[in-house]
Every structure is written in C-alpha cells, then in structure tokens.
C-alpha cells in the first residue's frame, strides 16, 4: 500500500549542531514532495518542498534532498535552534490524485541548548 | 489575518453524540482538506472539496459527511461518535487540487470522545 516512511522517530541534538531527518516513500508516482513542521498544539506548517526533477533544494537554514532512485528523502536543518524542535513530517504528493499528501509518521526533534 | 481557522478547537463529547466541526478560509483558494492525527501524530486525509465539490474521500465511515458550503467553508459532521473518533482533525486549503500546490493547516480541533 501507499505509505511514506520515516527511519527515526526521535532524535535529539545540541543546540547549534546541524539535523538531518530522513524519510522513505513508495509511491512512485509522487511527484511532489513537502516537508511540514508541527509544533505542539499547533497545525503542520510548511517549510519545504521539492518537485521529483530536481535532486536538492535549499531554503534559509534548511535543505531537501531527493534520492528517486532509492525512493529517500531528507531534510538537513543547519545550526539547529531551539525553536526548532517539533515533530517534522515528511509528505509525498502523488501524480493525479486531488492534491492528496500522504504523510509519514513523523520525527521528533529536541534541541537540547 | 488568520489564513486557515476552525471552530471549536476543542470538543469533549459522549459517545452517541452528532457534532461539527467548521472551517474557514480567507486565502481565496479554491481547494479545501480535512486530515485525521490520531494519537501516534499520524495524519490522514479524509477528504478534499474543489469549488464545492467532492473529490477525494478516503474510506472514511459514511458517519462523516463533509459539507461545503462555498468555496471558503469547509465542514465536518460527525453522526453516532465513537471512542475511535477521538483524534485532532485539521482542515487545509490550497490554491488548486493537484499535486505542487502548497496546502496551508489550521489549528486543528482536539475532538475526544467519552
């Protein structure tokens, strides 16, 4: 079935290190892929995304990366802030199918200051 | 200025129960989306309106019915609530219906049923 993947459930740093959340999906017809930021007790916001042409595309701090091949996304927080933690979910956007994300289960990231 | 908003943002009710939940947005966008988080953060669409109309529902238990309005409102209404409905639902909105378009999250509602 459709389903997109994440390795890690939780992941702890220090503050000012850099973050890497990984992600695996099945879909092969995605051809859009977003990452979601969701603090506590607030909706998902977005913070990235990636079209499937393009393998890397950065943002301020952030950067996705998109491995078609291996069907593996990533997103690289750099210099990680405390306002940074949240729960980051990665989502896929397949081809034809309404605008329907399918989400991941989503990492947990604390920044430990 | 709030993009995306929904009403109530929490909702404690008795199994049995009827209740909505409304959403609203003021991006002028033509598509709207209700997710389910459930209590492990996982979230699942459960249905999309494009301009009123229906176009994706995802096996969700015909007790949801989803009610548009105008393009702007969005609705869920939820008959017969059960113990597995208690979850946060989100509503969303994005310019167009197909993939590439940025969909924006409300609040969410805390809906818990006892």
């Known amino acids: 079935g459709e389903s997109v993947g994440l390795h890690l459930p939780t992941l702890s740093v220090q503050e000012g290190d850099n973050s890497i959340i990984n992600c695996a999906y099945s879909?092969?017809?995605?051809?859009?892929f977003i990452w979601y930021k969701q603090e506590s007790g607030k909706g998902p916001q977005f913070i990235i995304d990636?079209?499937?042409?393009?393998d890397k595309r950065q943002g301020q701090r952030v950067t996705v990366l998109l491995n078609k091949t291996v069907k593996h996304l990533s997103l690289q927080i750099a210099a990680t802030q405390p306002g940074d933690s949240a729960v980051y979910f990665c989502?896929?956007?397949?081809?034809?199918?309404?605008?329907?994300?399918?989400f991941g289960q989503g990492t947990e990231l604390s920044v430990k200051p | 200025d709030t993009a995306v908003s929904q009403t109530p943002k929490y909702l404690v009710t008795q199994m049995g129960n009827d209740k909505s939940i409304k959403c609203e947005q003021n991006?002028?966008?033509?598509?709207m989306y209700w997710y389910k988080q459930d209590s492990k953060k996982f979230l699942k669409i459960m249905f999309s309106?494009?301009?009123?109309?229906?176009?994706i529902n995802e096996t969700v238990p015909n007790r949801f019915s989803p009610k548009s309005p105008d393009k702007a409102h969005l609705n869920l209404h939820i008959n017969s609530l059960e113990l597995g409905d208690s979850a946060v639902y989100f509503c969303?909105?994005?310019?167009?219906?197909?993939?590439?378009?940025?969909?924006?999250f409300g609040p969410g509602t805390r809906l818990t049923v006892t």
């Open positions: 989502a896929e956007n397949p081809y034809n199918q309404g605008g329907k994300l399918i």
């Open positions: 990636i079209r499937s042409n393009m």
């Open positions: 969303a909105s994005s310019r167009g219906r197909g993939s590439s378009y940025e969909q924006y």
């Open positions: 991006l002028g966008h033509d598509t």
């Open positions: 309106y494009n301009n009123k109309e229906l176009i």
């Open positions: 879909n092969s017809a995605s051809d859009y």
